[in-house]
C-alpha cells in the first residue's frame, strides 16, 4: 500500500483485511481506528459484514461475492475503498462517547490480589485503591468476553504483570489490572489478571437492544464503595 499513509493494510484470509495504525497502545491512534471505524459503520457498505476495532487497528470483514471483480481482488478492490475514505475530511455523525462512573468494592474477600500487589509496589492496599480511583480510564476495545472492556492506562505504580497462573474462574463484575490495563470481567470465566476488587453493576445483559455497557472509546471512572452499598446495589437491581 502507500508507504506515505499513517497505517498500512493487509490481508487477513481471503475475507477480511486488518487495517494497521502501528503496533503501540495510544489514545491518538486508538482515536484514529475508531474514527475509520465509525466512517465505514455510518457507509453502511452492503459488502461489509463485521468491523472489528482493536487498541491499533481495525479488521473488516466482507462478503468476496458481493465485492467480486474479475480484473483484481477482492482485497485490492475494497483496500483502494478504505484508502479513499480514509483520506475524506468529513467527520463520522456518530454519539460522543459516553463517561461511565462504576462503583467497585475493594473489600478483601472481592480484593483477591490487592495484597500481593501492595507488597510488590511497596504500597499499602488503601494506597493501591487511591490510585486506582484516582483516573478515568480509556476503552481502548472490546474483546475475550462479551463486553470485556480493555482499559488503559493504569499508572506505573500499580501496574504489575498478568498471573503466572491463571484462576479457574473467575467471578462476575471481578476487577484487575494486567500490565497497563485494567478491566472487568462480565461473565464467570477462568483468568489470569490480577484482582483488586469487584463491581456490582451488570455489564453484559444478553437480551438487551445493546447488551454490553461499554463501548470502544468510553470514558470509565470507578469510584470505592462499602461491602453494604455492593449489596445494596444487587439488590435494587437485581
Not at 471505524?37 to 459484514?49: A, K
Not at 479457574?168 to 478491566?183: L, R
Request: net charge negative; hydrophobic share 35%.
Amino acid at each position: 500500500m502507500n508507504i506515505y499513509h499513517p497505517y498500512t493494510i493487509f490481508p487477513l484470509g481471503d475475507s477480511a483485511l486488518t487495517v494497521d495504525f502501528g503496533n503501540i497502545i495510544d489514545e491518538e491512534t486508538n482515536k484514529k481506528v475508531l474514527h475509520l471505524f465509525h466512517q465505514l459503520r455510518e457507509r453502511q457498505i452492503p459488502y461489509v459484514t463485521d468491523l472489528v476495532p482493536a487498541y491499533s487497528s481495525l479488521t473488516v470483514y466482507y462478503d468476496l461475492q458481493l465485492i467480486y471483480n474479475s480484473s483484481r481482488t477482492a482485497f485490492e478492490t475494497f483496500a483502494e475503498a478504505i484508502e479513499n475514505l480514509a483520506e475524506e475530511k468529513s467527520k463520522p455523525n456518530h454519539q460522543a462517547s459516553k463517561r461511565i462512573d462504576v462503583p467497585v468494592c475493594y473489600e478483601s474477600k472481592y480484593a483477591l490480589d490487592i495484597y500481593e500487589i501492595a507488597s510488590k509496589k511497596n504500597l499499602s492496599p488503601e494506597e493501591v485503591i487511591a490510585i486506582h480511583t484516582s483516573k478515568t480510564y480509556r476503552v481502548y476495545m472490546l474483546g475475550f468476553l462479551p463486553g470485556f472492556a480493555y482499559m488503559g492506562e493504569v499508572e506505573e505504580q500499580i501496574a504489575i504483570p498478568r498471573k503466572t497462573e491463571p484462576r479457574i474462574n473467575v467471578d462476575p463484575g471481578s476487577v484487575g489490572i494486567a500490565g497497563k490495563q485494567t478491566g472487568i470481567y462480565p461473565l464467570a470465566s477462568p483468568g489470569g489478571w490480577q484482582i483488586i476488587g469487584r463491581t456490582p453493576v451488570q455489564l453484559f445483559k444478553k437480551d438487551d437492544a445493546q447488551p454490553v455497557l461499554f463501548e470502544p472509546g468510553d470514558e470509565v471512572q470507578f469510584y470505592s464503595i462499602t461491602e453494604d452499598e455492593f449489596k445494596d446495589y444487587q439488590k435494587r437491581h437485581s
